[in-house]
Structures are given as structure tokens and as C-alpha cells.
């Protein structure tokens, strides 16, 4: 099935060296169990990409919401869709993020 338990590294690049803080990640909310939508089929019978599954943002507490904080040696994240929810910062602070699937 299309993206099921594939890892995303994201190798992130903020604007300026040494940089110590939010903003080059996404942020995150870890699910307590993996969270799959249905597979859907074309009249073909090939399996079609899943779309996102999408949350509106008042239903999510604040409590749960990491803010992971970019610094030397955390310049990689790694995690998987099915795993957690993950959305832009608040306030963005990279240059570039490279995603690898």
C-alpha cells in the first residue's frame, strides 16, 4: 500500500549558523496508534495515493503539540505519517527543508 510505514527524514537548514530554536521543523503530535485511511481503488483496480487526512486545528490540545527545537546535532527528523500529525510552525525560520521519503 502507497506510503504506509514509510519513514520521512527531513534534513532542515536555518538562515543563519548556530542557530538554537523553533521554527526549521514542523511541528508534531504524536498519535497513540498508527492512523491508516482507506485504501481506495480506480475502476482499474490500481490502488490509488491516500490524500491527507486532515484535522481541523481547534480539536487538537495545545498540551500535545511538540515544538521541536533545531540545534547542532538535531539537524535531522525522522518519523513516519501514520505516527503523528505534523503542520507548519508558528513562525518559520529556514532556509530549506530537504524531505526524503
Do not use: W
Not at 511541528?27 to 490509488?48: F, P
Amino acid at each position: 500500500c502507497f506510503g504506509y510505514g514509510i519513514s520521512n527524514i527531513m534534513l532542515g537548514f536555518p538562515p543563519t549558523d548556530g542557530y538554537e530554536g523553533p521554527g526549521v521543523f514542523s511541528h508534531v503530535v504524536k498519535l497513540d496508534r498508527e492512523h491508516v485511511r482507506a485504501t481506495t481503488t480506480q475502476d482499474s483496480g490500481a490502488e490509488l495515493p491516500r490524500e491527507p487526512i486532515l484535522f481541523p486545528h481547534d480539536e487538537i490540545g495545545e498540551e500535545f503539540i511538540v515544538r521541536l527545537v533545531y540545534a547542532s546535532g538535531r539537524e535531522l527528523l525522522m518519523f513516519r505519517d501514520v505516527d503523528c500529525i505534523h503542520s507548519a510552525p508558528d513562525v518559520t525560520y529556514r532556509t530549506s527543508v530537504m524531505r526524503f521519503m
